[in-house]
């Protein structure tokens, strides 16, 4: 496949700039690909070389950045062999920080987006923390869930403050809260 040329990624990147510029203030059902195109500058017609419609981009834009969390976790939080709880959830806070505006506007939007970030670090915890905890898989089950969605609403809850507290304080009260103590003592 073809790398996209620099133009293409300007203009792709412009086009994304104008949808989230408008998705910030009204739901996506009431923006038009009109407004997308006025706002950045361009024709539909070039609108149509890289979307079908509002929601292609829409999805797109959540794909590229579940396709970041999902690298991150893959290639570099699950191949250790020990968990750095404080490390790694500083890895995720940094990445969550980049999308920075849009995860907390993503994640009360669009429930599948919430559920897809869950699904891609899950594995964290399935390899790390709930083997720990000599749980059934029930009980595992229903604290995975926990721990995710709790970990989702406190990044989103952090990301959506206007006085954010410093990222390592929040590190801190995650790690104190997320691993039972006789557990970060060993990690």
């Not at 949808?19 to 009431?30: N, S």
């Amino acid at each position: 496949m073809r790398k996209p040329s620099q133009a293409a990624e300007l203009t792709r990147a412009n086009m994304t700039k104008a949808f989230w510029d408008l998705y910030m203030v009204k739901p996506i059902e009431k923006i038009t690909i009109r407004e997308i195109t006025d706002h950045a500058g361009y024709n539909r017609a070039t609108f149509y070389l890289y979307y079908r419609d509002v929601y292609d981009l829409f999805e797109q834009i959540e794909d590229d950045i579940l396709d970041q969390v999902r690298t991150l976790v893959q290639d570099r939080l699950l191949a250790g062999d020990t968990l750095d709880f404080n490390h790694h959830m500083g890895m995720i806070l940094e990445l969550a920080q980049r999308f920075d505006g849009y995860l907390p506007r993503l994640m009360n939007g669009d429930p599948s987006f919430g559920d897809r970030f869950k699904e891609i670090i899950a594995p964290l915890l399935d390899r790390f923390i709930l083997p720990e905890c000599g749980l059934s898989e029930a009980e595992q089950g229903v604290l995975r869930e926990f721990y995710l969605s709790g970990l989702l609403g406190a990044i989103t809850q952090w990301m959506s403050s206007e006085r954010r507290m410093p990222i390592n304080r929040l590190i801190e009260l995650l790690v104190a809260a997320a691993i039972p103590r006789e557990s970060a003592a060993r990690a």
